[in-house]
């Protein structure tokens, strides 16, 4: 059976990834699934979405644990505990990810034993089609999935969206498809995992002191200040001073992240670096103050990020 993890943000297409890599496997004739998992957070958050692809019945279920294939469609995730991107890697996991980095850089890095591969850039306008871009690199390197499947994949998942959005998906993965294509077949089949495998963790002993107050350790938002979640955004709100009216109790308190601070002056002030581009301000702004901008025009524009 094939056991494929895809990682990515909220919003990069990860679903559709799945969805389009798991609609391949069952033209082929495979049994399939495939689903996303992702909590109740925004776009933004990172989430994964997982293919198994098998000849026979599947009676194997829930998250992945030993995943033959690994994708990540952001380089920023794995350096996230909490993406799990690299949960279960093993010596036959083959890892692919989206990157400006070489691959041998992230096999060392991350001191990965199965092969690594990186995807093939992206122009600016093809970004919001990187799920298209994960499943093409992707379908290349298994060996029961051809060109053709794969076109015809991506023509059924998308097709609901318009055939503007078919053509731009296709010409995108079928681009991933052909960078990786000399690779094909390096991912194999793994093995049946049995719940006898299984080996229980070793017993840790956590020292325990004394506390004096029980207290949460948690006390403000937006505290994993290192977390850039800022780093994946299309749009960029922008505040017209002009038409602020300083009602800041209002942004700031509805921004989800705690990314609108506020000056002495009541000022609001977005950290870039920590805005998700969920555009929650903008709605509630009553003067509509905030206006949102696509990234590659702010930063034409000299907008810092
Ligand atoms: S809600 Fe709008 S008008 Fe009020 S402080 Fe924020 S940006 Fe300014
Ligand atoms: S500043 Fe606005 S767009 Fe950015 S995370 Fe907060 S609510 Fe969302």
Excluded at 40 to 56: D, L
Excluded at 63 to 89: E, F, Q
């Amino acid at each position: 059976m094939y056991r494929i993890r895809f990682h990515g943000r909220g919003g990069q297409g990860m679903k559709t990834a799945g969805r389009i890599l798991g609609t391949a496997f069952f033209l082929a004739g495979f049994e399939v699934q495939d689903a996303p998992r992702y909590g109740a957070e925004r776009r933004g958050a990172p989430i994964f979405a997982y293919v198994r692809a098998s000849r026979n019945p599947i009676f194997e279920r829930g998250i992945i644990s030993r995943p033959d294939l690994i994708i990540v469609a952001d380089d920023h995730l794995p350096a996230m505990p909490g993406s799990g991107v690299l949960a279960g890697a093993g010596e036959q996991t083959v890892f692919l990810i989206y990157s400006n980095e070489e691959a041998s850089l992230w096999q060392e890095r991350l001191n990965l034993q199965g092969s690594v591969f990186t995807l093939p850039p992206l122009a600016e306008n093809e970004l919001r089609f990187r799920g298209a871009a994960c499943a093409g690199g992707a379908a290349a390197l298994l060996a029961e999935l051809d060109v053709e499947l794969l076109a015809e994949a991506v023509r059924e998942e998308i097709d609901p969206l318009g055939s503007e959005l078919v053509a731009d998906n296709l010409e995108v993965a079928l681009a991933a498809y052909a960078a990786l294509a000399v690779n094909r077949g390096t991912v194999h089949e793994g093995g049946p995992v049995s719940a006898i495998d299984y080996a229980s963790p070793d017993w840790l002993k956590l020292p325990c002191e004394e506390t004096l107050l029980s207290a949460p350790a948690i006390h403000a938002p937006a505290t994993s200040e290192m977390s850039q979640t800022g780093l994946w955004r299309s749009e960029r709100p922008l505040i017209d001073e002009s038409r602020c009216k300083r009602c800041w109790w209002i942004c700031s308190t509805f921004c989800p992240d705690g990314a609108i601070q506020v000056d002495e002056e009541r000022r609001p002030h977005i950290d870039y670096g920590h805005c998700k581009g969920c555009m929650v301000c903008l709605n509630q702004c009553p003067t509509h103050a905030i206006t949102a901008v696509p990234e590659e025009e702010a930063a034409a524009q000299g907008e810092k990020p």
